[in-house]
């Protein structure tokens, strides 16, 4: 999160034009402490406005310098007053939509004020809310080595194609490449998602449209392409987009500009890209179900964030601890420290086909309990268990030899936490009680699921109890 700015961090750049307004806004402004900037005039403007807080006052004669183009190009998502005639219709074609907040030429220090103002308290309150409400939790060895390949790709400029079963996190990952980003991690992030988009509504959704060029088009709209300037587009569940959608898609990123339904104006595009799918697109280019040249586009750098059983009772632990504290809040945050055994135990078996997503609503299902009740109810706790499990059998509950109509899935994850227990034997040298702390389980788990998975050290025969 950032830190909150004060008013006297505030500078107010300043394109004039012809308009002679810099003066009478620096005498406007004198009783608040913030620096006044002729901004027509910097040489290089992208590198004063780096990391600074900052409204810009742009006059409409920059027009004719041509200034307009130079000026948008340096706000980065920085609001603007737009100084033009009183009563003047809005023109869209002369300067962007979003230019919404409009000071007439004979603006009065009282009008002027009260804009600054408002628009320093937007900028407040978006600061004040957390990019991330809750912490990202990342113990296991996957996680750690996925965090840190996203810390060396986040600031770069090139597309990337985050992969990932649902709820594993990849909207969270898709962030943190954002908040990374040394320029587009100050502007917008823009999730959209792409199986969610109405038929014939492409356009209008990710192009934008102007004033009346529709019915029903009562005010200009900008596209999802445009709400993102300066900042990242977020392609989630891109596997969804069908083919003539994705056609559109690819010939916007190969131009670069975008035009509004109803208008004949291009608008220059400049944005991150991060797409995300939880299907094998690799699998839909072969089938034809998605255009191999939109593909290649997209994923120039590709991340795959694990599932949850992958990354094992570590991570499982962790976020329920992470999300159990912020249910329950401060007062409670000591009792976490140790959880029950028979709840630990009960999470690391547990399989979560909904991955964190499903672990969280479990999490905070039993934070509410411990914090009404004021203890662990173990009745009540564990009713909540059978109820997720309903949802999702443990492993442990189906026979362990897996039967033809047995999901794959459910194969899948009996192997992977069958290495994943190995793996863990060999860190610790095949010391059950560190491995069992290691994981994050009792012993008495532990050795439950060797004798399950009939993992023994080189030796023949089913392990014993130590
Ligand atoms: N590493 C993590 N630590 C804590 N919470 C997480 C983590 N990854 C995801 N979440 C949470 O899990 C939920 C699902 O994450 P999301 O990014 O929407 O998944 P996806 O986009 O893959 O479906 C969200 O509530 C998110 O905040
Ligand atoms: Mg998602």
């Known amino acids: 999160m950032r830190t909150p700015f004060h008013f006297d961090e505030l500078d107010l750049y300043v394109w004039e034009g012809k ?16 620096e006044v ?12 406005l780096k990391g600074r807080v900052g409204v810009a006052i742009i006059s409409v004669t920059v027009i004719d310098g041509g200034g307009l183009s130079m000026a948008s190009e340096v706000l980065q ?21 979003e230019y919404q907040h409009i000071l007439p030429f004979d603006f009065t220090g009282a009008e002027l004020r009260t804009l600054v103002t408002k628009l320093v308290q937007q900028l407040r309150a978006h600061d004040a809310t957390p990019d991330r409400p809750d912490v990202l939790v990342a113990n296991s060895e996957c996680m750690q080595s996925l965090l840190s390949e996203v810390t060396a790709f986040a600031d770069c400029d090139h597309n990337v194609l985050v992969h990932g079963d649902t709820g594993v996190g990849k909207e969270r990952i898709a962030q943190q490449l954002h908040v990374g980003h040394s320029l587009y991690g100050k502007g917008p992030f823009v999730p959209v998602n792409c199986g969610a988009i109405p038929d014939g509504l492409f356009e209008s959704h990710f192009f934008g ?19 993102a300037t300066g900042g990242t587009l977020f392609l989630d569940e891109i596997g969804d987009l069908p083919r003539y959608q994705q056609v559109k898609l690819l010939r916007v990123l190969e131009d670069n500009v975008v ?27 072969q089938s ?10 997209l994923a120039v750098i590709e991340l795959q964030v694990p599932s949850l059983e992958a990354r094992g009772a570590v991570d499982k632990i962790a976020i329920f601890k992470a999300v159990m504290a912020s249910v329950m809040g401060e007062a409670h945050r000591e009792s976490l420290h140790d959880l029950p055994y028979w709840l630990t135990d009960a999470i690391a078996d547990m399989y979560f086909p909904g991955n964190v997503r499903q672990l969280r609503n479990l999490a905070e299902r039993v934070g509410v309990i411990v914090r009404q009740m004021g203890a662990w109810d173990q009745t009540l ?17 189906a026979p362990a030899d897996t039967e033809p109509g047995e999901p794959a899935s459910r194969r899948n994850w009996d192997a992977t936490e069958r290495n994943r227990i190995i793996s863990a034997l060999e860190t610790k040298e095949w010391r059950r009680l ?33």
């Not at 004033?211 to 392409?225: D, E, I, L, P, Q």
């Not at 706790?381 to 509950?397: C, D, F, Q, V």
């Open 19 to 34: 308009a002679d307004v810099l003066d009478r806004i620096a005498r406007c402004m004198a009783s608040f402490d913030v």
């Open 37 to 48: 900037i002729r901004a027509d005039g910097i040489p290089q403007p992208q590198e004063r």
């Open 77 to 97: 998502g920085m609001p603007v007053i737009w100084v033009a005639a009183a009563n003047r219709d809005r023109d869209t074609r002369l300067y962007p939509a």
């Open 209 to 227: 449209h102007a004033k009346g060029s529709f019915t029903g088009a009562v005010h200009a709209h900008r596209g999802y392409f445009e709400q």
């Open 259 to 285: 035009t509004r339904l109803g208008s004949t104006v291009p608008i220059k595009l400049d944005f991150r890209l991060v797409a995300a799918t939880n299907c094998d697109l690799r699998e839909l280019v």
């Open 288 to 297: 034809g179900d998605f255009r191999a040249d939109l593909f290649y586009r």
């Open 381 to 397: 706790i564990e009713r909540a268990l059978a109820l997720a499990r309903r949802m999702s059998p443990a492993p442990g509950s």
């Open 434 to 466: 560190e491995t069992a702390q290691f994981l994050g389980i009792s012993r008495k788990v532990l050795w439950e699921k060797m004798r399950k998975y009939q993992i023994t050290n080189g030796e023949p025969g089913i392990p014993q109890p130590d």
